[in-house]
């Protein structure tokens, strides 16, 4: 495990560019953490580190984006208002989890058990203590 302390919304991006640098295809990262703690940032950052220059905004109501332009495809998922898990199966999420492109997953605890062994947890959390953009980002390898 590692803990990375973010201070700006400008280090949880950098923090997803420097992943999606670093990522390799079939890479899956389970997202979590509250809503408005820098879920979107954060993806936004993994796609530049993956070179996709399209707009990325979080998949709320659609539950899967893809993003084709990159060095690797992201598959963008949240799964916040998914009834049930099975509903993955329907759109061939092992497709996804399986394929040769990187999967991110918001409030991926809701689907643990539908998931992969080998995908990366990454847990943001503030502290408003530390300061109102102070976030503590657990990276579980």
Known sequence: MEIVE?????????????????????????LNGDLGVG???FTQGLARGLH????????????LQEYESGRLPLYHFDV???????????IGCDDYFFGNGVCLIEWAERIREWIPDGAITVIIEK?????FDYRRISLIF
């Open 127 to 131: 502290d408003l203590e530390k300061g």
């Open 39 to 41: 879920k979107t940032v």
């Open 52 to 63: 996709i220059d399209e707009p990325v905004s979080s998949p709320t109501f659609t539950i």
């Open 6 to 30: 973010s201070f700006s919304p400008e280090d949880t991006f950098a923090l997803g560019v420097k992943l999606g640098a670093e990522a390799r295809p079939g890479q899956i990262y389970m």
């Open 80 to 90: 916040y208002r998914l009834g049930e898990p099975e509903e993955l199966e329907e």
